[in-house]
């Protein structure tokens, strides 16, 4: 079997094993922490900002609350439609999502909108909350190094248990924790393991 959910999952014991994880494993899971990236993502009815469809158009955004939406991105090509992503992250946005609900998000970040627009900017049409860090399924964005933690913290959550029980996802990457890259090398670590061949995977 190859347990492949998040970190934070694991951290949350969602998961129960019998017999229990052995100590070394658990020390990891205690040490290794969830980080937080979320997204207000906005839709309108017209692009207010610029002609969309130019091309990349992103601006990076230093508020007097640290935090606030640094960084926003215009996705219009993408989403076929004028839609902007704010993104916030760490400990702002942690203590953000814990207090606010999603109506006082999105105004803080129509706010932030106007104040780079230099004026009143029209409602949207449509709006979106990313809150991984409450959903059950991540519990979090993706693993980062904190504080206290080593690096062979991310091979000890790696370890297969008894040859049994094996370990996959970005967690246990330690070259490449918390990207997409870090779960497929996580992959085709464990495929090794079990005597297959991940030369033919897609990206490989
Ligand atoms: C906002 C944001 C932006 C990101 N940007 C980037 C980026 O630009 N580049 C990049 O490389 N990476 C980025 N990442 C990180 C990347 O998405 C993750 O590192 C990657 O998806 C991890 O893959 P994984 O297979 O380890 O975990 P996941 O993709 O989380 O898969 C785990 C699976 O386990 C399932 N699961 C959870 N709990 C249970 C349970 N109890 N029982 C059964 N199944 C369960 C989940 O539903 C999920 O399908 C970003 C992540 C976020 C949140």
Known sequence: MIVTVP?????????????????DKLTALGRLEMGSLEKVVLRFESAFWSAAGEGDLAWLYLGEARGEFPFIVDITPDAGAPTLVLLHGGARAREQLDVRDDDTLVADALLVLERLHGGPIPAPLASHVTRWRSD?????????????????????????????????????????????????????????????????????
Do not use: C
Not at 151 to 175: H, I, K, N, Q, W
């Open 7 to 23: 970190l934070g999952v694991l951290k949350a014991g969602a998961l129960a094993f019998s017999p229990p994880l052995p100590v």
């Open 136 to 204: 059950p399924w991540s519990r979090g964005s993706y693993s980062f190094p904190a504080l206290g933690q080593s690096m062979e913290d991310f091979d000890r959550l790696a370890a297969p248990v008894g040859d049994r029980v094996l370990f996959a996802g970005e967690a246990t990457s330690r070259p490449y924790f918390g990207t997409v890259h870090g779960a497929v090398h996580s992959a085709i670590r464990e495929a090794a393991r079990l005597g297959v061949d991940g030369s033919g995977l897609p990206g490989v």
